[in-house]
């Protein structure tokens, strides 16, 4: 950010985008928590649904990445500087 005051608009465009940003990644890791843990916990093994310990370790590390790479997508935001209009 500048010393530009225009420079607000941009600002929070990225505060919004973050924001959804983190909602998703809220949601995704909801989901994969409500299906993971449970079955991990060896909970559907009446069923033949079974996930060994590392198997566990590697969806954890799965949806850490996923996580973080959907933090690095905020770097493709395009924030539009928007341009004093003036009026002779």
């Known amino acids: 950010m ?3 005051p225009r420079d607000v608009v941009g600002a ?3 505060s919004r ?4 940003k983190m909602v998703q990644n809220l949601v995704w890791a909801t989901a994969y928590n409500l299906i993971a843990i449970p079955v991990t916990a060896g909970l ?3 069923w033949r649904i079974d996930l060994p310990m590392s198997g566990g370790a590697i969806a954890m590390s799965t949806s850490t990445i996923i996580v973080a790479f959907h933090a690095q997508l905020l770097r493709h935001l395009r924030i539009v500087h928007h341009e004093a209009k003036v009026s002779h």
Request: charged residues 40%; aromatic residues 16%.
């Open 2 to 4: 500048r010393s530009d």
């Open 17 to 20: 985008a973050a924001y959804r």
């Open 12 to 14: 929070i465009e990225l």
């Open 44 to 46: 559907f093994v009446r």
